[in-house]
Antibody
Framework: EVQLVESGGGLIQPGGSLRLSCAASGFTVSSNYMSWVRQAPGKGLEWVSVIYSGGSTYYADSVKGRFTISRDNSKNTLYLQMNSLRAEDTAVYYC??????????????WGQGTLVTVSS | SSELTQDPAVSVALGQTVRITCQGDSLRSYYASWYQQKPGQAPVLVIYGKNNRPSGIPDRFSGSSSGNTASLTITGAQAEDEADYYCNSRDSSGNHRVFGTGTKVTVL
């Protein structure tokens, strides 16, 4: 059974750093596209970042240069390193398995999310 | 990057049919996928590709697409279908992804 368990969220001051983890089971992280999606309180879904199976990474303009997506193959875990955090980064962050083939792509499995609150 | 636009809210009588639309230039190149989200829960994939449903999704959910518009149709809406629905696709660059603005579906 596929499972995604996010951790690492919490309260952090503006300008601070936080690393989110997504422990995966039932599949191999490095063989899949993996993404982070966030949702600010009362707002819609916002795509944050993706890492391809080949290792290429891409970011939303709103986080580019501040966030870094990575994975540890030995731990089968996905990460999101978040630096220079701002109040507008406050959100629930979801780890997601992305199935992709040509012009067909979908976010197949979602974790339960971890809440990040940026506030002084 | 590009945007995907959805109507903010729609309502449907119990047992009737409702269609939710998603508009964006990237939909001319990429299929949309659709997600249902209930309060306090993670999103759930309901439709992907031309018109594919994951295992466990009722067949009252269907998808279609024409030009720059993708649609999600619920035929015979049930009380449990009341939720927020989001579309998603790659953007025109192909390497970024974008979610629609979301549609709140109310079942009367």
């Amino acid at each position: 059974e596929v499972q995604l368990v996010e951790s690492g969220g919490g309260l952090i001051q503006p300008g601070g750093s936080l690393r989110l983890s997504c422990a995966a089971s039932g599949f191999t992280v490095s063989s899949n596209y993996m993404s982070w999606v966030r949702q600010a309180p009362g707002k819609g879904l916002e795509w944050v970042s993706v890492i391809y199976s080949g290792g290429s990474t891409y970011y939303a303009d709103s986080v580019k240069g501040r966030f870094t997506i990575s994975r540890d193959n030995s731990k089968n875990t996905l990460y999101l390193q978040m630096n220079s955090l701002r109040a507008e980064d406050t959100a629930v962050y979801y780890c997601v398995i992305v199935r992709s083939s040509g012009w067909l792509e979908y976010f197949q499995h979602w974790g339960q999310g971890t809440l990040v609150t940026v506030s002084s | 990057s590009s945007e995907l636009t959805q109507d903010p809210a729609v309502s449907v009588a119990l047992g009737q049919t409702v269609r939710i639309t998603c508009q964006g230039d990237s939909l001319r190149s990429y299929y949309a996928s659709w997600y249902q989200q209930k309060p306090g829960q993670a999103p759930v994939l309901v439709i992907y590709g031309k018109n594919n449903r994951p295992s466990g999704i009722p067949d009252r959910f269907s998808g279609s697409s024409s030009g720059n518009t993708a649609s999600l149709t619920i035929t015979g809406a049930q009380a449990e279908d009341e939720a927020d629905y989001y579309c998603n696709s790659r953007d025109s660059s192909g390497n970024h992804r974008v979610f629609g603005t979301g549609t709140k579906v109310t079942v009367l």
